[in-house]
């Protein structure tokens, strides 16, 4: 389908939603949406997807395979993070995921991350878990008080926390400590302070696609997953999901 009714398309939509598939099986670059404008009259979401790299788990296998992602989350509704969680249990065929480690919105600077800020967003990932979608839930680069609060106020506990070695070459000492008293895994990450932005998803999307109004999409969050063989500690499969608002004016 050329750019034109992919822009027809996209002005019927109330949101989008981008997978990449399996970013190891990248041959070629296919999108996976309605061949013409007319065969979708109305659209509440259009998908596209590299249709040719999605790749979902055997069953067979699935025991033998850890599925973890990480949220990252660009806009302000909690309830997103139960989209993400069923768009990538649908994604790779599972019923499932091992662990989800969020990573929040950035704040403005000067303004330190609050547990009132992470609580909407924590209470719907433990839904998740006590909905057995989720089995373990994480959190990202949070310190030792805030990290403390979360745990002393959850209901189920953060099982991890990233920290990015970027900011902090050695893990911080009373981080450490608490970590190993309430048995909390520290992992490290080298992601950006924010992965993506709403300026940069409407500029790529510009750039994809003649006579969009990419100012109305707003992006919602970005998940990146990842299908380890738990026996040989190898990438089989990693890929992102994307999802974004259409605000219409």
Known sequence: MGTEGASVLLERAGRLTLQTGNLLNWGCLRKKCPATPSEEETLEVLECTVAQAIEKINPEERDELKVSAKLFIVGSNSSSIRDAADLACSALGVAQLDSVIIAPRPVEDGINLSLEYLQPYWKE?????????????GTSDLDKTLLE????????????????????CVMPPDLT?????????????????ELLCEASF????????????????????????????KSRG??????????AKRNAS
Do not use: M
């Open 125 to 137: 990932l433990e839904n998740l878990v006590q909905n057995k979608k989720i089995v373990a839930i």
């Open 149 to 168: 609060q979360l745990y002393l106020w959850a209901q189920v506990k953060p099982s991890s926390n990233q920290v990015n070695l970027a900011s902090c």
């Open 177 to 193: 400590a608490f970590a190993k008293e309430c048995d909390i895994q520290l992992l490290t990450h080298n992601d950006p302070k």
């Open 202 to 229: 409407q500029e790529a999307l510009q750039e994809s696609i003649q006579n969009v109004k990419a100012n109305e999409w707003i992006p919602l969050w970005l998940l990146r997953y990842s299908v380890i063989v």
């Open 234 to 243: 190898i990438i089989k499969s990693k890929g992102y999901i994307i999802q």
